[in-house]
């Protein structure tokens, strides 16, 4: 059901309210203690198997044959399985185009050609490693470049055109040519990717997966096993990270997990080990961007060509919609009367590219970032000062390239506030001052902007539903669709219901995620976890409360209006009663003590043909303020300080918005900074273990690190007034690039090699090698 219609029935109680306070995460004491379950500490039945994969050696080739028989001989293993074995269809994902083990080529170094089962974990992956696989060799793509040429892609690109680009550039007073490349980034959540798969009775199945989409494993499995979907239960209590890694590609393992359950009738678990987890699974796409771009004497964009090119890996996995944000999010905070993106979505021989927080938004953010930062030295103006001049504004600046609106438009005033309590002036010119004397350690600072767009692109998404359940001690249990991986999800939702039920916060339980009990769910992802859950439970909540209401109204003679829920009590004209005690009478009374909910996200329409439309109900805004100091011998980098001023509307959870805030920002500047990917000449990815690749560590994390929330509700009708948290600090990164950009600019002037151009030759991630490469190298 939608917001019932009712007077006054979204209004909150204003006693013993939890949301806009700070208790701590639903599941703290049992992280803390040891004691909260992971798919891995369920007790495994008797006798399960173990399942591990069989690798593919070889980045592209024809599969002529899979040799089982010496593995197949080892002790302790059951059955080897390979395409043919399989009970139902072979190919998946949102093309059909991943298979769930190949039949006739392999595409990238580290794709599973096989399974193992066997009784133990260690005798599986023993074996897996004594199975042989014929491969011929075939020519492998496994660069942008590479498939830009060979004209390769997954999907069709896509061509986004507003304004009259060639006039807007032939007018303009200054023209520009560029490039930018982001990297990719592993996810790395600390539990890996696993599946627990338990047949049933009547050719049913139940999996438990570390999922951030229960209801696309559910699908998955089903089609793996041709069977219905009410055939098969996913069940998800909570994850030990996800950041976008377990929205498709936890199918897989499930999957994997369900077919070998299936065809040994025996419960299966597959984990992945984290070699292997790296190998198999897809990363953050990396993007190469090329523009030509106009601007007038005060930085003024006016017009940008621009080609955006994404390494997608072998399938389409969820390269479209990631294409498209980036796309959408190319603006970033800017005003751009005349864009044309030219977007590419390339098919290579390696990893199948896959969601990361910010979906896409980062790339284009990236781009933007770039042009701004390029104009500002080409003019010799501060960086700040040309990304002001460009801000969306008044109309007719403000609507973006795709069409939208931006009707609450915050940063004209969130981004010089954060400038005046950060003291950016005085702290750029008393670094241009130690720039000027030091001639080893170089410092630059930089404020970066971030406007992201809240909601799932693809409109069928923005829909959510929740069970509310209140038992006859007054104790209330919660279950939704969305899952819990960290970020405090399921402790939102319990506020939330709290305070709309007008009880404290320990009365209500959440549940784990279950296709069984809410259908249909969509991802945990697109930051609107909060949105779309937290409103469906709040409507649940509200219909129960009605109900109690009613009755008490009913059973005292009393106006409906007069009766009100807060503080464990139900309060009536010269009474107050006990919440349990007219719970109980209302169970008696045969008055449902249940509810369901349901809330579809409003106003939001999208063409994806036309790419015009209002795909986000709303946009987060947020700024971050950083300085940064590198070593010109070494090429290290170090980030000094953070400021950011951020804005999450009205917080439901300041500690939890605040940790996310911090969090997003840490994992940006490390993709930005440290995160490197290298493939090598025959496909295999180097850096597959934490010993090849850097993650930000508590060393990474400022000393003078301050996180400032904006005071403003969110404009829209959201859920207690509150904006979407999970990926828009994320981008707040930027700033630590951007400021890195601006020692190397210092770091320049003292190069004899330093061209006329001011511009700077830095993509991320900026590692030392890449910051010592930008010191010396020449603006083409």
Request: with cysteine; net charge negative; aromatic share 6%.
């Amino acid at each position: 059901m939608n917001a019932p219609d009712r007077p006054g029935v979204l209004a909150l109680p204003v006693d013993a309210r939890s949301c806009g306070t700070s208790p701590a995460h639903e599941a703290a004491h049992l992280h803390v203690s040891g004691r909260a379950l992971y798919v891995d500490d369920v007790a495994e039945p008797q006798g399960t198997l173990f399942v591990a994969p069989v690798l593919s050696k070889v980045a592209h080739g024809r599969l002529r044959g899979i040799a089982t028989a010496a593995a197949q001989a080892l002790p302790g293993v059951v059955r080897i399985i390979v395409a043919a074995d399989l009970p139902g269809t072979n190919l998946l994902g949102s093309a059909q185009d991943e298979p769930v083990l190949p039949a006739e080529t392999v595409d990238y170094v580290g794709q599973p050609i096989a399974l193992v089962v066997a009784r133990s974990a260690k005798a599986a992956r023993v074996a897996a490693r004594a199975v042989v696989a014929d491969i011929g060799p075939l020519v492998p793509i496994l660069s942008i470049d590479a498939a830009l040429e060979a004209e390769a892609y997954v999907l069709p690109p896509v061509h986004l055109v507003e304004g009259d680009v060639p006039s807007a550039l032939a007018a303009s007073a200054h023209v520009l040519k560029g490039e930018f490349a982001v990297g990719g980034q592993e996810q790395f959540y600390l539990e890996g990717q696993i599946a627990l798969a338990l047949p049933g009775e009547d050719r049913t199945m139940k999996v438990l997966s570390s999922t951030q989409h229960p209801g696309e494993v559910q699908h998955w499995v089903a089609h793996a096993l041709h069977v219905p979907t009410h055939s098969v239960q996913v069940e998800c209590r909570r994850m030990g990270g996800g950041f976008g890694g377990k929205e498709t590609q936890a199918g897989q393992i499930a999957v994997w997990a369900a077919v070998a359950a299936w065809l040994t009738q025996a419960p299966c678990k597959m984990r992945l080990d984290r070699d292997d987890d790296f190998l198999i699974t897809g990363k953050r796409h990396d993007f190469i961007g090329r523009w030509t771009v106009g601007f007038d004497d005060d930085g003024k964009v006016l017009g940008i060509d621009m080609l955006q090119a994404a390494r997608c890996g072998f399938s389409a996995d969820l390269s479209g919609p990631i294409a498209d944000r980036a796309i959408f999010h190319t603006d970033n905070a800017y005003f751009l009367p005349a864009i044309a993106i030219h977007s590419y979505r390339c098919k290579t021989h390696t990893q199948s590219n896959t969601a990361f927080r910010g979906f896409g938004g980062p790339q284009g953010v990236a781009m933007i970032e770039a042009i701004m930062d390029d104009i500002a030295r080409h003019l010799n103006l501060d960086p700040l000062a040309v990304r002001t001049v460009n801000l969306y504004g008044d109309a007719p600046r403000n609507r973006t390239h795709y069409g939208m609106e931006v009707e609450d438009n915050i940063l004209p005033d969130l981004l010089p506030r954060l400038a005046v309590d950060c003291q950016y002036t005085e702290r750029r010119a008393a670094i241009a001052a130690w720039n000027a004397t030091q001639p080893v350690i170089k410092r630059g600072i930089a404020i970066t902007p971030v406007k992201f767009g809240i909601s799932f692109t693809a409109t069928m998404f923005n829909q959510a539903g929740a069970l509310v359940n209140v038992y006859t001690d007054g104790s209330v249990t919660v279950n939704h669709g969305g899952t819990e991986m960290g970020q405090g999800l399921h402790t939102k939702v319990c506020q939330i219901v709290a305070d709309t039920l007008g009880i404290s916060l320990d009365k209500v339980r959440i549940t784990a995620t279950d296709t069984g009990r809410v259908p249909n769910a969509s991802a945990t992802a697109a930051s609107s976890g909060t949105d779309l859950n937290g409103r469906a439970a709040e409507f649940a909540a509200i219909e129960i409360r009605e109900r109690l209401r009613r009755y008490v109204a009913q059973a005292h003679g009393v106006s409906l209006e007069d009766i009100s829920i807060r503080a464990n009590e139900v309060h009536l004209p010269g009474k107050t009663l006990p919440f349990v005690q007219v719970v109980q009478q209302a169970y008696a009374a045969r008055v449902s003590l249940w509810s369901d909910g349901y809330y579809a996200t409003p106003k939001i329409h999208y063409d994806r043909v036309t790419m015009r439309g209002r795909p986000f109900y709303y946009f987060a805004y947020g700024a971050a303020a950083c300085e940064v100091a590198i070593d010109t011998l070494t090429g290290e980098t170090r980030l000094l300080r953070a400021d950011i001023l951020h804005d999450v509307g009205r917080s439901i959870n300041p500690a939890i918005d605040i940790g996310q805030i911090e969090g997003g920002f840490v994992q940006g500047v490390g993709w930005l900074t440290s995160e490197e990917l290298v493939w090598k000449a025959d496909g295999l990815l180097a850096t597959h273990a934490p010993s090849t690749y850097k993650i930000p560590t508590a060393a990474d994390v400022p000393e003078q690190f301050s996180v400032t929330l904006w005071h403003e509700a969110n404009r829209e009708d959201n859920v207690f007034g509150s904006k979407a948290v999970g990926e828009p600090p994320f981008m707040l990164g930027f700033a630590a690039f951007f400021a890195i950009r601006e020692a190397v600019a210092a770091a320049r002037v003292d190069s004899a090699d330093a061209a006329a151009d001011a511009r700077v030759s830095l993509s991320a991630p900026a590692t030392p090698e890449a910051v010592l490469r930008a010191i010396s190298a020449v603006h083409a």
